[in-house]
């Protein structure tokens, strides 16, 4: 099969994709077109049907379907005019082929993450860690292949967990470069800052927002969660209960971009600072991987509102 990051301008392309949304929108002139978005292992592209004729078979999203078209660039960025649809047959095809997963070493990941909790020193903190990570099963079952987001940074199978292992990082180091650190509550909040995402997100190859994630999104779930473990701890203190949600709180460090509460401790900054870095770098190298011009120019990014180049040097 020809992968998405593998097209080019112009090509014809004959294959089947994962279509993981569809639209009918209405053209200027009035008339139904299809947007669609397609998904393999390597990313995702616009598809656009303008001509709702026979060739165009019944198809919904998260169908595999086989479609007919030509590569062309839309607003720096490549996208396909579809002439012929229909379903995928099974058989024809290889589920794994669309599911976009981390280049690292999953169980050496999980390893070096479960490593963090006995570094611990605090009986509680550790406590916390141990019935969050090792005694719910809905983690344990799900920790090693959940992604970190639907499109923006890390949303791929493995990307939570390689996203949650950066930030702890990231937050280690950062944790005695500067003084009146907890390191102990920065680490458990690294560990546990995306963790609601678990219950936000569902699985590949759909990958889309559950009714919680809607209605409740995965920081006030993971708050909640810390709740419930620490509620199972007996003597758990009421004041680092409160420390370590108010980080999970204000992690996105803004009121715009999501968190309740700015950041009002070394601890929930720090981590902050951590989760910013590593998902807006990881979103700067995906762009860089997956620019299909052949300069050093990639084009404008939306989420880093800047036009992205390759360093060439």
């Given at each position: 099969?020809?992968?998405i990051n593998e097209l080019r301008e112009g090509e014809?392309?004959?294959?089947?994709?994962?279509?993981?949304?569809?639209?009918?929108?209405?053209?200027?002139?009035?008339?139904?077109?299809?947007?669609?978005?397609?998904?393999?292992?390597?990313?995702?592209?616009?598809?656009?049907?303008?001509?709702?004729?026979?060739?165009?078979?019944?198809?919904?999203?998260?169908?595999?379907?086989?479609?007919?078209?030509?590569?062309?660039?839309?607003?720096?960025?490549?996208?396909?005019?579809?002439?012929?649809?229909?379903?995928?047959?099974?058989?024809?095809?290889?589920?794994?082929?669309?599911?976009?997963?981390?280049?690292?070493?999953?169980?050496?990941?999980?390893?070096?993450?479960?490593?963090?909790?006995?570094?611990?020193?605090?009986?509680?903190?550790?406590?916390?860690?141990?019935?969050?990570?090792?005694?719910?099963?809905?983690?344990?079952?799900?920790?090693?292949?959940?992604?970190?987001?639907?499109?923006?940074?890390?949303?791929?199978?493995?990307?939570?967990?390689?996203?949650?292992?950066?930030?702890?990082?990231?937050?280690?180091?950062?944790?005695?470069?500067?003084?009146?650190?907890?390191?102990?509550?920065?680490?458990?909040?690294?560990?546990?800052?995306?963790?609601?995402?678990?219950?936000?997100?569902?699985?590949?190859?759909?990958?889309?927002?559950?009714?919680?994630?809607?209605?409740?999104?995965?920081?006030?779930?993971?708050?909640?969660?810390?709740?419930?473990?620490?509620?199972?701890?007996?003597?758990?203190?009421?004041?680092?209960?409160?420390?370590?949600?108010?980080?999970?709180?204000?992690?996105?460090?803004?009121?715009?971009?999501?968190?309740?509460?700015?950041?009002?401790?070394?601890?929930?900054?720090?981590?902050?600072?951590?989760?910013?870095?590593?998902?807006?770098?990881?979103a700067f190298e995906e762009a860089v991987e997956s620019?299909?011009?052949?300069?050093?120019?990639?084009?404008?990014?939306?989420?880093?509102?800047?036009?992205?180049?390759?360093?060439?040097?």
């Open positions: 099969m020809r992968y014809t392309v004959v294959g089947h994709y994962l279509c993981k949304s569809k639209q009918t929108l209405k053209s200027r002139a009035g008339k139904s077109y299809y947007s669609l978005k397609l998904q393999d292992k390597t990313g995702l592209l616009d598809g656009k049907v303008w001509d709702l004729n026979n060739e165009i078979k019944s198809f919904e999203e998260n169908d595999f379907i086989k479609i007919e078209g030509t590569v062309l660039i839309y607003n720096n960025e490549p996208q396909i005019n579809i002439r012929r649809i229909r379903k995928s047959q099974e058989g024809e095809y290889n589920p794994m082929d669309y599911i976009p997963s981390t280049d690292k070493d999953t169980e050496e990941m999980y390893k070096k993450l479960m490593g963090y909790i006995s570094s611990v020193n605090d009986k509680y903190i550790k406590a916390l860690l141990n019935q969050i990570f090792m005694k719910n099963d809905f983690v344990l079952q799900n920790l090693k292949k959940h992604s970190a987001a639907r499109t923006l940074h890390h949303g791929y199978l493995g990307g939570l967990l390689e996203h949650t292992l950066s930030v702890t990082e990231i937050c280690d180091f950062m944790s005695g470069r500067y003084k009146k650190v907890n390191r102990d509550i920065l680490i458990c909040t690294a560990m546990l800052h995306d963790i609601g995402k678990i219950y936000e997100l569902s699985q590949f190859p759909v990958n889309e927002y559950t009714d919680d994630g809607q209605l409740l999104g995965h920081i006030f779930i993971g708050a909640e969660m810390v709740h419930d473990a620490a509620s199972k701890i007996e003597g758990f203190p009421k004041n680092l209960e409160s420390l370590i949600k108010h980080s999970i709180l204000a992690h996105h460090g803004e009121y715009e971009y999501g968190s309740p509460e700015l950041p009002k401790t070394i601890e929930a900054f720090i981590l902050h600072c951590a989760d910013n870095m590593d998902a807006k770098v990881k620019g299909s011009n052949q300069g050093n120019w990639i084009g404008y990014n939306k989420m880093l509102q800047r036009n992205i180049r390759k360093t060439d040097y």
